[in-house]
């Protein structure tokens, strides 16, 4: 039984100690064991909210499971893993923390750029090998006026456009079904269209959620456009890029080369091909995961509290 003075939120995976502090003197606070819906079913049966991560899924079986569940939260920004039509349904609230890891993830990304740019993992292999002539052979080249294509230009591709601009003097392109007038007045950026971008960036940032049409949307006809010399880089959803023909553009040089902190599928096997590119930087989905955007993100508990005290939270999610 539960402490019937506080509300019951149930945690799929462990978030920063402040945020689960704070969340501890409102409620109750219940871990998963398993994120398999048989072992989560019973464990719904009267909690008031949900948080999850990155792993495991929020089903229409568990929710109407969970008679007195008001309110279903995302630790971080994708909710694919949430069925939000029958949360609208069942009258639960979704919410979610969309600018919570802008920076960490947009650091990131540049940090790849600047990384594939200067040949750094071959240099440091290299040197750490024994290698010093290295230095007469892995020439790299400046970000430094070179044009930035970034694909879906919100909040995190609005700051990666910010950094390049302003930090490296990188003219941008950016692709979006929705206009940018911030981003056109304060970055001098160009609204294009997607051919255009692919054949004028050197560098492509893609920042884009997974949806029916955008799976794929980086495929082979749209890596033979990109530049010889272009660099792709993804922080967005690895379904987003045809992962088998990215492989072909890298190991047949239709690209120079690529960042990628996302894959389809992940965890991504230990005999993926990418890991045996020396073209290729790559990280384990955790752009997001500075100490600062990890406690950003788990403050969430804070929408998750106010929905269920009856007050509005701060960033719902529409429930489309």
């Known amino acids: 039984m539960h402490d019937m003075g506080k ?3 149930l945690l799929y995976e462990a978030i920063h100690p402040k945020a689960l502090a704070w969340l501890e003197q409102h409620a109750e ?3 998963a064991d398993s994120l398999e819906e048989e072992a989560l079913l019973p464990l719904v049966q009267d909690v008031d909210g949900i948080i999850i991560r990155a792993n495991g899924k929020v089903t229409r079986r568990l929710m109407e499971a969970a008679p007195r569940l008001k309110v279903v939260a995302r630790h971080g920004t994708g909710v694919e893993a949430i069925d939000r039509k029958a949360a609208a349904e069942l009258g639960i609230v979704v919410v979610n923390t969309p600018e919570a890891n802008v920076e ?4 990131q990304c540049v940090a790849m750029m600047i990384i594939l740019a200067k040949r ?8 750490r090998g024994g290698d010093w002539s290295a230095r007469y052979r892995l020439t790299g080249v400046e970000l430094f006026g070179k044009t930035l ?3 879906g230009i919100g909040r995190i591709g609005y700051r990666v456009a910010e950094i390049c601009h302003q930090g490296f003097s990188m003219p941008v392109l950016y692709y979006d079904a929705i206009p940018n007038p911030k981003a056109e007045t304060s970055l001098g950026a160009r609204r294009v269209e997607f051919d255009e971008l692919l054949s004028q960036a050197d560098f492509v940032t893609v920042h884009l959620p997974l949806l029916p049409s955008t799976q794929g949307i980086i495929n082979e006809d749209a890596l033979r456009r990109m530049k010889a010399g ?3 880089i993804n922080s967005s959803r690895g379904r987003v890029v045809d992962q088998q023909a990215l492989i072909r553009a890298l190991q047949e040089g239709w690209i120079a080369g690529a960042g990628l902190d996302v894959f389809d599928p992940e965890p991504l096997p230990a005999d993926s091909p990418l890991l045996r590119l020396e073209n290729v930087v790559v990280t384990p989905h955790m752009a997001a995961h ?3 955007a990890l406690l950003r993100m788990a403050m969430v508990v804070e929408d998750v509290i106010a929905v269920i005290e009856g007050r509005p939270p701060k960033f719902p999610v529409p429930l489309d």
């Open 149 to 151: 294509g970034v694909i």
């Open 290 to 292: 500075t100490d600062e």
């Open 120 to 127: 750094i993992l071959q240099a440091d292999k290299a040197l």
């Open 230 to 232: 272009a660099y792709l």
């Open 7 to 9: 509300p019951v939120v």
């Open 29 to 31: 606070v219940r871990m």
């Open 104 to 107: 960490s993830v947009a650091e």
